[in-house]
Structures are given as structure tokens and as C-alpha cells.
């Protein structure tokens, strides 16, 4: 189950990123996708990363998004100088946004209003040094 769970989070991390042309779009959805997927699947996602879980494929969806970080080094557009290092703390960032349960408990409501389409966008921004013109639908 776990291998199969981590193919399907690397599948939608790879469709999301070629529904996009820009290198910097297609690593600003890699990050929505991890996150959707976080959130849709919320019991299986937090077993594929428990203690004892084991997948020789898990991870691929980290090759995929230091793969397309690099992309945008290479064309200029992101300030970083170690993709792989950059890609783990994105990674790391992208793991607590989706381990974070949407904003309906009523708790997380006392937050007031977020906008956690560009929240994220901002968390990859940053962490990659990307710049240029927003780029993120809706979560």
C-alpha cells in the first residue's frame, strides 16, 4: 500500500507540473498538487510518512520537485545554489502545510482569514528564491 500511495502522490505531483509551461509554474504546482493530495488522502498520507513506513519509491515526488527547481536555476529565475538542499526544506515546508487540516475546525478559524493559495505560493517563493508574477489558482 505504501509503495502504490507514494507512485499516486508522484503521479499527481507529475500531471499537475505538465498541465504547466513556465518552469516556475510547473514548481508552484508540484507544491499545490503535494499539498492537494496531503489533504485529500489526510489518514493515508500521514501513514506513508509514519515511523515505520518503508517505500523504495518514496522519494521520487522529491526527485521531481529538485528536478524542476533546477530547471528554474538554470533559466534564471530562481536566486538558489543548491537545489537539493533548497528542495528538502520546500519539502519540509510543503509536509506541515499538508499535514495541517484545512481551516474548518474552529480553532484554526480564530487564525481569521488566509489566503492559503498565495501563502503557499509565498512558502516556495521564498525558500527557492523564485521571482516574478504570481502564478497559483486556488487551493
Sequence with gaps: MLQSSFHELAESVRTAMAAEQQPAAKLLAAGRAYVDFGWQHKARYRLMFAETGYAENAVETFALVA????????????????????????????????????????????????DRPALLETIIRRLTLIHGPPALAKL
Design 67 to 114: 528536478e524542476s527547481l533546477q530547471r528554474c536555476i538554470d533559466a534564471g529565475i530562481s536566486g538558489s545554489t543548491d537545489a537539493r538542499a533548497d528542495t528538502w526544506i520546500v519539502w519540509a515546508a510543503l509536509h506541515g502545510v499538508a499535514t495541517l487540516d484545512k481551516p474548518a475546525r474552529a480553532d484554526y478559524l480564530r487564525l481569521g482569514a488566509l
